[in-house]
C-alpha cells in the first residue's frame, strides 16, 4: 500500500509535532515512575524525524516507515528509541500491498510482536504495550465509527496503566511505588495514536 | 588485531563508562581490544545505538565482543545496536548480565587470558549469582 505523499507527510508531521509539543508532560510522567527522561528523547528523536521529511514524506510508504523507525533507533537515547523503531521498522515491513483492515491489522499485529520481542515484554507489565495490544483488537473489529472507538481505546488503555505495578522497565524499579501514576510510554502511545487519527478524521471530511 | 575477546562497557553517563573502562585498562593493559561510550546522542545522559556501533567496531575481535550495561536503555539500545551489524560480526557480539563496573573487570581479566567470548560472558553474569 501506497499513501499520497501530501497525506504521508501531514501524517509525520503531526505525528512529530504531538510527541513535541507534548514533551514535558512526558517528561514530569517519567520523572515520577523513571529517570525523567522520556519526553526529551522522544522530542530529540522526533525532531530528527523532522528534519528528515522533505525526503520521507515522498518515499513508498513501506520506506518511509523504515526510515522513522531508524531515526528514532538512532536519536531517541533511550530505550524508547529501540522499542518505537522497532515498531515503525516492523510495521512498514509488514505492510500490505493493498490497504485492507484486514492486511493493516495484521501488519499492526506483527509490528507489536516485534516491540514484544524487542523489550522481552508483555501486557500487564505497565508499558507502550498496554495501548498497542487492546488498540490492535479494535482496530481488527473494525465497523462503524472506528476512528472515535480506538481514540478511546488508547485513552480508556493509557489511564488503565495508572493502578498497575510495572515490572519492565526502570519503573520496575519502584515496585509497588510504580502503582498510581501514568506509565509514560502508554501516554506517548495514546498521543501517537490520537494524532494519527485525527489527520484521518481530517482527510476523511475534506 | 588482538586475539583475544573485546570488551565494551555502555553507561548512560560518559564518565561512568570512561571510568569502568580505565579500570579494565590497568588491569588487563593493551591486551584485551576496549572500547566505552556513554551519553545521548547530542548529549545528556543516556546512551546512543551509532555510539554503540562505533564502539563495537573499535574493540572488534575475531574471537567476538562482550557488552557491558549499565541499565535498561543501555542494554535495548545495545541489543538493537548488534542487529545493525553486518551479518557476519552479528552472532559474535553479547550483552552481559552483570554490574557494569565489576563485569567489565572480570570479563576483562577472562579475556585477557584467552578465553572465548562464552567464557567471557559466564565469567562476568557469575557476579550475579553471587
Not at chain 1, 33 to 62: I, Q, Y
Not at chain 1, 186 to 201: C, D, K, N, Q
Not at chain 2, 77 to 88: H, K, Q, V
Amino acid at each position: 500500500m501506497t499513501l499520497e505523499p501530501a497525506l504521508q507527510r501531514k501524517l509525520i508531521q503531526a505525528v512529530a509535532d504531538q510527541v513535541i509539543q507534548h514533551a514535558d508532560e512526558l517528561v514530569a510522567l517519567d520523572q515520577a515512575v523513571g529517570d525523567g527522561d522520556h519526553g526529551l528523547n522522544m522530542k530529540r528523536g522526533f525532531e530528527a524525524v523532522l528534519v528528515d521529511l522533505d525526503k520521507t514524506a515522498v518515499l513508498p510508504t513501506t520506506e518511509a516507515f523504515k526510515a522513522v523507525g531508524m531515526a528514532l533507533v538512532m536519536k531517541v537515547g533511550g530505550a524508547s528509541g529501540p522499542l518505537y523503531g522497532t515498531l515503525f521498522m516492523a510495521m512498514g515491513k509488514a505492510l500490505p500491498e493493498q490497504a485492507t483492515l484486514a492486511g493493516i491489522s495484521d501488519a499492526f499485529a506483527a509490528a507489536i510482536d516485534a516491540v514484544k520481542a524487542r523489550g522481552k515484554s508483555d501486557v500487564g507489565a505497565k508499558t507502550m504495550l498496554d495501548v498497542l495490544v487492546p488498540l490492535s483488537v479494535v482496530l481488527r473489529e473494525g465497523g462503524p465509527g472506528l476512528p472515535s472507538r480506538l481514540r478511546a481505546s488508547a485513552s480508556a488503555a493509557a489511564a488503565a496503566t495508572v493502578p498497575m505495578k510495572a515490572t519492565r522497565g526502570r519503573a520496575s524499579f519502584l515496585g509497588e511505588r510504580s502503582i498510581g501514576h501514568m506509565d509514560p510510554g502508554a501516554r506517548s502511545s495514546e498521543l501517537i495514536v490520537h494524532a494519527i487519527l485525527e489527520v484521518l478524521e481530517q482527510e476523511e471530511r475534506a | 588485531m588482538s586475539k583475544n575477546v573485546g570488551i565494551v562497557i555502555v553507561s548512560h553517563s560518559p564518565d561512568v563508562a570512561k571510568g569502568a573502562a580505565d579500570m579494565v585498562r590497568q588491569m588487563v593493559g593493551d591486551d584485551v581490544p576496549l572500547a566505552w561510550c556513554g551519553g545521548a546522542p547530542g548529549g545528556g545522559l543516556g546512551t546512543s545505538v551509532e555510539a554503540i556501533m562505533t564502539a563495537i567496531n573499535a574493540a572488534w575481535s575475531e574471537a567476538g565482543v562482550a557488552i557491558l550495561v549499565d541499565l535498561g536503555g543501555a542494554e535495548t539500545n545495545s541489543e538493537m545496536a548488534i542487529e545493525l551489524l553486518p551479518e557476519e560480526r552479528r552472532h559474535r557480539v553479547v550483552v552481559c548480565d552483570a554490574p557494569v563496573v565489576e563485569g567489565a573487570v572480570m570479563a576483562g581479566t577472562e579475556a585477557s587470558a584467552g578465553s572465548p567470548l562464552e567464557h567471557v560472558r559466564r565469567t562476568a553474569e557469575e557476579l550475579r549469582a553471587a
